[in-house]
């Protein structure tokens, strides 16, 4: 069985992507990817060539996305590939759009439009030089950002090879609903899936519910990220390098998370809600905890599935209409929603007067508001790596 790469290896890889945004020499791969360049023949490589605007026709431009390279030696019988995240001409779509519409995946499920159009775009050329290598056993396929979103959706569509898949992805957003991440974290295999995200990096807080990271219902390797605030120097990948170092996968750091049930998050949003309690402001920690009591609240609520395939409404109408059907059912759903509301205001400095109505409209108001600031400053962090 083969052997999956190391942390400092795939880092390396998942950052030398961006080598052939624009140049197609694979000796800027193999000068940006040290660690690997005696296991893979990253000079015989092929460059991956992709759309960078997910939007209309007119705003996209075909450009270098990643490539493609396979083992020699020891890794003889593998193939790599990597994948690009996104530079400005697409960020505002996947990250800044409300809607966030789903459709039919590889394998059945809702998963983000835009981030499968990108791994459309790919497929065909990676399958092209995958065609005729019998000696493929594994594939590795690493991505940063929008590329660990589109490499998620390629180790999905790329079942059907018959190879051994592994997944290595940095600071990337969600890519599917949770059952589509329950399938493929089956179908991998959680062991097979080595996500690493900064604490502080706001790039894989987005899209929102009912959006959901692989492997299914783990941190994965969650790494201290500069600061306490949502950081956007956390989504650089050289900050990514920089983190795993030498390490294993077995021995990176993992933070568990706070709300261990309902009754936790129940608790502290209380407190979170209170105007003389917690310090929130701008808090990464407080902002991982809103979305995950978001989570727990919408899981009691039993029917999230409807907001898989959205049709004409953005999530955040879906979202408020839900949150308040919610909070008329029972007592402590309507507090834990009102204090929800509150606690994301307090986030983002506003305040909210005590005797406040929840309505259809004030949660809607909450949400655009939480989902705009999360979306600007991933847009931030995308760009100062980018630009």
Sequence with gaps: MSVELSP????????????????????????????????FDLRGGVRLTGVTGLGAPALQQRTGFGYVAFG????????????????????????????????????????????WAAAQSLLPQVRSELRGRHDVSTIHIVGHSLGGAIATLMADSLGDTGCGLK??????????????????????????????????????????????????RSLAHAMKGPGKRVNVDAHLMPEY????????????????????????AEAWLAEAADNGGISIMLSATALRLILSALDWILKQLGNAAGL????????????????????????????????????????????????????????????GLLFRFIATVALRAVETFTG
């Design 72 to 115: 020699k030696g020891p890794r003889q019988g593998e193939c790599l590939i990597s994948v690009r995240g996104t530079f400005k001409t697409s960020a505002c779509d996947w990250i800044t759009n409300a809607r966030m519409a789903g459709v039919r995946g590889p394998s059945g499920f809702s998963v983000h439009a835009g981030f």
């Design 241 to 264: 390098i920089r983190s795993v170092g030498e390490s294993s996968w077995a021995s990176l750091p993992v933070l568990q998370p706070k709300l261990g049930s309902l009754e936790s």
């Design 167 to 216: 997944l290595y992805t940095f600071g990337a957003p969600r890519s599917g609903v949770e059952l589509h991440a329950e399938y493929l974290t089956g179908k991998l295999g959680a062991g097979n899936i080595h996500r690493a995200w900064h604490d502080t990096d706001p790039v894989p807080m987005v899209p929102i519910f009912p959006y959901s990271h692989v492997p299914c």
């Design 8 to 39: 400092g290896e795939s880092a390396e890889i998942a950052n030398s992507a961006y080598a052939l945004r624009l140049s197609t020499d694979m000796l800027d791969v193999a000068t940006a990817a040290p660690k690997a360049r005696d296991a």
């Design 308 to 367: 898989t395939l959205l049709g004409g409404a953005t999530i955040i109408d879906s979202l408020a209409r839900l949150l308040y059907s919610g909070a008329l059912q029972s007592i402590r759903l309507a507090g834990m929603v009102r204090n929800l509301m509150l606690a994301a205001m307090r986030f983002m400095g506003r305040v909210v007067g005590a005797g406040v109505n929840i309505t259809v409209g004030f949660v809607q108001y909450v949400l």
